[in-house]
């Protein structure tokens, strides 16, 4: 199968660059899988398509401010880093530019406005160079590390967004509680509380799951066949409610839909035979690297909200495992013709 299967073209002015003002406000593009046909409407359409005892499974996991911005002690050249992967209470598996000015034993001042270290809030020594060219930097500070990078911090929006984010809150959903993502589940930006309720009162359940979202969820696909693409790693956690939920549905004979892709992958994840020749979900924590692609079977999932994502990504490989490719580019090149808004501010799909 060719990575270029999954290409579509864009105008970048379709690119949304600011969130909107109301969450609820996009626009929604609902696809019908089996026959391909396309309805245009409003996000909060979703509640025509959801049904009492349908259960929603949404990802709370929280972005972190990781981005921060400082200067190499002594020569005060200047240095960015992105915080990946929490290895301990203060050392970090990091992103570092420039690395090669970032050897081992580089400190690095943050917040420091003389350039010295003894007024810089917090610190960082690069301790060990990793085989990708990853840096691990232990952290020194004052007070509460969430705390300073919070004040230090910046989002670390995708590359493709170059407005400056006024409000951090933008880049998390309303239910995010976990952190340790580098990168929003962008489908539930769209939910409010306000709708959330609504969902409920009609008798929609809703499941929570964490999956925390790493940078190669915006990795290209450089590899000319999909098969050969090296899938990225994430961690998750099922809680036992969720999955007692979920089964619960399933046997009840009502649906199963994903708030977003990262949503669909944790519970295809935690996906187990049950015995009787089908699946269930199992309360489960650890890493997935599962790649969905057409020919997939799904086990859990049977309907999936989300954005509209870039061209020969991985997402848009696993929409088209659900859907169908061609459905699934067809829909794209509609929302094109129709201008709605594309990636992580974007408009939204609905799949059933």
Known sequence: ????????????????????EDRSSSRLLY??????????????????YLNPGDALVI???????ARLYGVREGT????????????????????????KKCKVGTRI??????????????????????????RLIR???????????????????????????????????????????????????????????ELKDMGVNIAHVTLHVGLGTFRPVKADTVEDHHMHSEYYIVP????????????????????????????????????????CLAAKSGWTQIFIYPGYEFKLMQGLI??????ESTLVMLVSAFAGRENVLNAYREAVREKYRFFSFGDAMMIL
């Not at 170059?162 to 929003?184: C, F, I, P």
């Not at 992958?265 to 699946?279: K, L, Q, Y």
């Open 1 to 20: 199968m060719k990575t270029s299967d999954f290409y579509y073209e864009l105008p970048e002015e379709l690119i949304a660059q600011d969130p909107l």
């Open 31 to 48: 696809l019908d899988r089996e026959s391909g046909d396309i309805t245009h409407g409003a996000f909060t359409d979703i509640k025509k």
């Open 59 to 65: 990802n709370d996991t929280k972005v972190i401010p």
């Open 76 to 99: 005060l050249g200047k240095v960015e880093i992105l915080l990946l992967v929490r290895k301990s209470a203060d050392t970090w598996e990091t992103l570092v530019k420039p690395g």
């Open 109 to 134: 001042l943050f917040g420091s406005l003389d350039g010295s270290a003894e007024n810089a809030p917090l610190i960082g020594e690069v301790t060990h160079i990793l085989e990708e060219g990853n």
């Open 139 to 197: 952290f020194t500070y004052e007070g509460i590390f969430e705390e300073v990078l919070d004040s230090l911090g910046e989002m670390p929006l995708p590359p493709y967004i170059h407005h400056k984010l006024e409000d951090k809150a933008r880049y998390n959903t309303v239910y995010a509680k976990y952190e340790g993502s580098a990168a929003a589940p962008t489908a539930g930006l769209h939910f409010t509380r306000e709708l959330l309720q």
């Open 240 to 279: 036992e409610e969720t999955a007692q939920l979920v089964n619960e549905t399933r046997k009840a004979g009502h649906r199963v839909i994903c708030v977003g892709t990262t949503s669909c992958r944790t519970i295809e994840s935690a996906a187990v035979p049950d015995g009787n020749g089908g699946f």
């Open 306 to 311: 989300t954005n509209f994502h870039l061209p």
